[in-house]
């Protein structure tokens, strides 16, 4: 049972820093393009990406809660709620990626609220992992 745990907190863990990596890439793509043409290509096939990072996050989770017999913390409330952001967050960018293709914002507005949704998510991530390394 404890082998169990261990992987399942491993995949959790390389999910995690999966996600990091795809909002990395994300942040440099949105500085480094200059034509919205080409950043919309690389946007469109990494947005599919991180929703599915998200959702297998959620998924080994909920396979170390029920490993651990659901017993939860206030660290797995906070992780939680981390995650129910960062899934809000990434809808509001979707939608706001809509707009910009059907030509109702600027691309140069879009990439400003992109910036500022990336950066806000690695801040809400790295803040999960102190609080969770910081209390285990």
Do not use: C
Not at 67 to 89: A, E, I, P, T
């Amino acid at each position: 049972m404890e082998e169990m745990i261990k992987l399942s907190t491993q995949l959790h863990l390389a999910f995690i820093v999966l996600l990091i990596g795809l909002i990395g890439g994300n942040i440099y793509l949105l500085k480094k393009e200059s034509s919205f043409g080409h950043l919309s290509k690389r946007l469109e096939l990494l947005a599919p990406q991180y929703f599915i990072v998200l959702f297998a996050i959620f998924f080994t989770g909920l396979i170390i809660m029920a490993v651990r017999q659901f017993n939860v913390s206030w660290v797995v409330w906070v992780m939680s709620m981390v995650w129910v952001l960062l899934v809000g967050f990434g809808i509001r960018g979707h939608k706001m990626y809509k707009h910009v293709k059907r030509f109702e914002i600027q691309p140069t507005s879009y990439k400003a609220l992109a910036l500022r949704k990336y950066f806000i998510d690695i801040i809400l991530v790295g803040i999960t992992l102190i609080v969770y390394y910081g209390v285990y």
